[in-house]
């Protein structure tokens, strides 16, 4: 993550990297987990028999992990877009898409494999769709991904007429269910997709093209990177977590639905930005948008444990959303500032 | 790389050849033929005598909200079906669009057609009532379907459910059973917060519970999605430990709420629905979730509309009422549907 390379680190010799550009995404994403410290304490504070019981916190805080996993999962396909700098605005419907395309009756009759296979492959094909409309046909991100936003959700009505499609397909279900370890396995696809794209952003020329093309387009196209190439695989990369999105919230759910993943375009850009990831692209982390979900989540399963009521968990959202946007432009200004002499 | 006659490289072949065959195995896909008997003909009925004969043509002019669940599925699926067991009525549906403005609009495009009847499932009641004045003043009578007008006379009948009189059966249920538990553990699972009708159901589930000296002790509240009753229900189970009896509002939303009950491996209290759906009457009849109730809202009204709006302009009464007209105001009444009684209720049950 410290990237020796960057002007303002240059200066770093005698502040260190923690003060300069290459410690940004660390020091945020301590303040991330200064907000979920605060929030546990919060929870201690108002039901301490949950938070401060050994037992019950760790029940807790597993279903807050699970609850997490889906729209995490579709967090990170979102932040890989917004890093080269687009935006996917079609993932909620996608998930939709793909989980009632993967549980009708014909699909069912298959069985679990070709459930998951379909909704898989739907995801990242509609990614794909996406990412052609934009490269090739030249479209805005936003128009493009708004349209296919549309059309996947009517799509997915006309496929299910609009009925729940309950899944009968019990080793399915089980995804939902099943428990190695004591941790659930939404949990732990969680975990293993947040590596792998830790790995793939952090470690592979496709990240360093993705960071590459969302800094400066023009830079990157003279640098010799194929940009529509990238931007389809990175559209399609998104779609695919869409899919493995559908796979968990369908068993969790144990039925397919149009309904399903609704706003999720929103709640996984809202965990992005306050993660850290700049909508003009080109700076992100996977880690930010990581906690950035589990601060949603968490606070979604505080007003619930507290029985209040849910109107007051979504100004807290719009708040948190707004502090962590304001930070980021005191960010942005601090580096404008010139650098004073001496320093 | 080895090139084939016409230049197509071998990889490309592979690519387009995969693509293709996934193409054909995912539309193959799509297919949501049930091969399974599906005989919901328990939602609509003629019965016989004088009624049931054949007289006037009647145009009935119908327009509902886009299905977004099954519950509102199944008003339009009935009104449809109730309306072709008739051969004097010629049904005509218009789009209600996606709001009360939208709906406005189809409407005066109807009303210009000049149907006998209009059977109206408004968007929003209190933003229709001007055009349902307006249709009655055109000489076309209007049927008002559960979401009711702001002005009565901007109807010539109106049909709806009880939501407060389904939350006084849930909670007069729960009460019966839990009498005599020290401080038993009661939550709630409500709809979508902010509709009357959320509030409605839940002011009857609190009444009801008060008669027997009990209070809801959580309560949450999800969209009438399934994902969201899953979502909702998940961290309910966290901040209770230990719950005595469950009312879910909805029957739809029900199937995410049993799904998380089933994830924690919860089952020290029983549950209650909402609405009637087909899947919440076949758990309990076979007893396999905590689900061992569901108070009616019964989409069959939307059957019963169309048989009345069918009489009204017929100029019939109904036949077991003194009375040569239709009635003004029906509300129908929230049953109770248990293992005892569920057989009976089972072809009336909706597909979520």
Redesign the interface.
């Known amino acids: 993550m410290i990237d020796v390379a960057s002007p303002a680190a240059a200066s770093a010799k005698d502040t260190g990297w923690w003060r300069g550009d290459g410690g940004e995404p660390v020091r945020r994403n301590l303040g991330l987990v200064g907000v979920l410290v605060l929030l546990y304490l919060v929870g201690a504070l108002a ?1 301490p028999d ?1 938070f401060l019981h050994g037992g ?1 916190l760790w ?2 805080e597993l ?1 807050v992990l ?2 997490a996993s889906s729209i995490g999962v579709i967090t990170i396909g979102m932040t890989f877009v917004m890093i080269s700098g687009g935006i996917d605005l079609s993932v909620g419907a996608l998930l939709a898409l793909a989980s009632v ?2 549980t ?4 069912q009759s ?1 069985g679990p494999g ?1 459930m998951i296979l ?1 909704a898989l ?2 995801g990242a ?1 509609s990614g794909l769709v996406n990412g052609i409309l934009i490269s090739y046909g030249r479209m805005v991100p936003f128009i493009a991904t708004l349209a296919t936003m549309v059309a996947a959700r009517g799509l997915a009505q006309k ?8 899944v009968k397909v019990a080793s399915f ?1 089980r995804i ?2 099943w428990r190695p370890l004591g941790i659930p396995l939404l949990v732990i696809i969680f975990v293993v997709v947040a590596v792998l794209a830790w790995v793939l952003l952090n470690r592979t020329t496709f990240g360093r093209r993705t960071v590459a093309i969302g800094g400066n387009a023009e830079a990157a196209r003279l640098a010799g990177i194929n940009i529509r190439r990238h931007t389809l695989l990175v559209y399609t990369l998104s779609g695919l977590c869409c899919g493995v999105a559908a796979v968990m ?1 369908t068993a ?4 397919g ?1 149009s ?4 706003l999720y375009e929103l709640n996984a850009i809202a965990a992005a930005i306050i993660g850290g990831t700049a909508l003009t692209g080109g700076r992100g982390t996977i880690v930010g948008s990581v906690l950035g979900v589990l601060v949603f989540t968490q606070i ?2 505080l007003f ?4 209040l ?3 007051y968990q979504q100004i807290a959202q719009g708040v948190i959303i707004v502090a962590a946007v304001i930070i980021q432009q005191f960010r942005v200004a601090a580096l404008r500032r010139p650098v004073p002499p001496g320093a | 790389m080895k090139r084939f006659p016409d230049g197509t490289s071998r990889r490309s072949l592979l690519i387009g050849g995969a693509a293709a065959g996934a193409g054909a195995l995912l539309a193959g896909c799509t297919s949501n033929a049930d091969n399974s008997t599906n005989n919901d003909t328990g939602q609509t009925k003629v019965t016989g005598g004088d009624n049931a004969a054949a007289g006037k043509t009647v145009t009935i002019g119908f327009s509902a909200p886009a299905a977004d669940h099954g519950w509102i599925r199944a008003i339009t699926d009935n009104a449809k079906k109730q309306a072709a067991l008739y051969k004097d009525v010629k049904f005509s549906q218009v789009d209600a669009g996606a709001d009360a403005p939208a709906q406005i609009a189809a409407l005066q495009t109807l009303i210009q057609q000049k149907p006998d009847v209009i059977v109206l499932l408004p968007q929003d009641g209190a933003q229709l009532t001007a055009t349902g004045k307006a249709a009655m003043a055109a000489g076309i009578q209007v049927v008002n379907l559960d979401r009711e007008f702001s002005d009565a006379g901007a109807a010539r009948l109106l049909i709806k459910g009880d939501n407060y009189g389904m939350g006084l059966a849930a909670g007069q249920y729960i009460g019966a059973k839990l009498k005599g538990h020290a401080n038993p553990v009661v939550a709630e699972i409500a709809g979508i917060d902010n509709l009357p009708l959320t509030q409605d159901r839940s002011r009857g589930f609190k009444d009801g519970l008060a008669q027997y000296g009990l209070k809801v002790s959580n309560r949450v509240a999800a969209q009438f999605t399934v994902q969201s009753g899953q979502d909702v229900t998940a961290n309910l189970l966290q901040a209770a430990q230990h719950i005595d009896a469950i009312w879910n509002h909805d029957d739809d939303q029900g199937v995410g709420v049993l799904a998380a009950i089933k994830q924690a491996a919860r089952k020290e209290f029983f549950m209650v629905g909402g609405a009637g759906s087909l899947d919440a009457m076949e758990h309990i009849k076979n007893g396999d979730t905590p689900l061992e109730a569901t108070v009616t809202y019964p989409p069959t009204m939307a059957s019963s509309a169309i048989s009345l709006a069918r009489l009204i302009v017929q100029g019939k009464g109904m036949s077991d009422l003194v009375e040569l007209q239709v009635p003004k105001q029906i509300v129908l009444t929230s049953e109770t549907i248990t293992k005892s009684n569920v057989d009976t209720y089972l072809p009336l049950g909706f597909k979520s």
Request: aromatic share 6%; hydrophobic share 35%; net charge positive.
């Open positions: 039901r949950i019950r029940s807790n279903t699970t609850q395309w993967s009708t009756v014909a699909t298959y070709v379909a492959v739907v094909v496929i299910s007429g609009k009925l729940t499609q309950i279900n939902a269910e919230v969790q759910a144990t039925a639905s309904d399903h993943g609704n979604y399963n619930i444990v507290k029985n009521q849910t109107e």
